[in-house]
């Protein structure tokens, strides 16, 4: 078991345990029931708040950010990759309830000076301690303004999406029994439509699809998103509730 508020991708890739995934191999599984939490933090500036047992973040820019989430939520374990723009989208647990196998934090497309850092999909695959359930947890933040006021960004975000769906492939094809939660900023008011059967959770009571998404293979059972507070953001918070 890894006791680490922060892991790098380099350090946890030799941690990967050889030969088949625990969890996978049993054809009776036992219930996990887990709120699963996203907040674009507005670069750091919002109240850090215990919004899910699982949590994605977006623009957790600097690293006094990052110290800051882990002296405000100490009953948390981080993931924070090695990679400097990819620190902005880490993977935030309760350690009571799971360990971490594994992470990696895979870019999407290149930044350039005055428009967008380069982007990233960060994942981590979770062991639920009461269980020894996996699942892989994906978070991420694409481009502002692609289908807005920035037409000339869409390239960006589209191979952004498209890089997406490569992680997903490619985690599902790794592991086809997990299910896979993802969350994120996805500036656009559209849902994606994803491989492997991740398909997108409808908030209660919004019209229309909110640029902050959450995602969860359809085999899982969820509650429909709940719109939290902003708590100091530009963005609200968001929670659903899974079981698998």
Do not use: C
């Amino acid at each position: 078991m890894l006791t680490l508020s922060a892991v790098t991708a380099d350090a946890v890739t030799a941690n990967a345990a050889p030969g088949q995934e625990a969890g996978e191999s049993s054809d009776t599984r036992a219930a996990v029931t887990m709120d699963v939490g996203t907040h674009n933090v507005l670069r750091g500036a919002a109240a850090f708040k215990p919004i899910g047992d699982v949590i994605g973040w977006q623009e957790m820019n600097d690293p006094a950010d990052r110290k800051r989430l882990k002296n405000k939520l100490p009953r948390y374990n981080h993931f924070i990759p090695k990679k400097k723009p990819a620190r902005a989208v880490p993977i935030s647990w309760r350690q009571d309830k799971f360990t971490f196998v594994r992470g990696h934090a895979v870019l999407t497309h290149k930044g350039e000076a005055k428009v967008t850092p380069n982007r990233y999909v960060t994942w981590a695959l979770l062991e639920h301690r009461k269980t020894d359930e996996r699942l892989i947890v994906m978070n991420t933040h694409f481009i502002s303004g692609a289908w807005s006021k920035h037409p000339d960004r869409q390239g960006r975000w589209l191979k952004h999406a498209k890089k997406l769906r490569t992680v997903i492939k490619n985690q599902h094809g790794k592991h086809p029994k997990l299910p896979i939660f993802l969350v994120g900023d996805f500036n656009r008011h559209k849902a994606l439509k994803l491989p492997a059967n991740v398909e997108y959770i409808r908030v209660k009571g919004a019209k229309g699809v909110p640029i902050d998404q959450s995602y969860a293979t359809d085999t899982v059972r969820t509650s429909k998103v709940k719109r939290l507070k902003r708590f100091g953001s530009d963005h609200h918070a968001y929670r659903f509730t899974a079981t698998f």
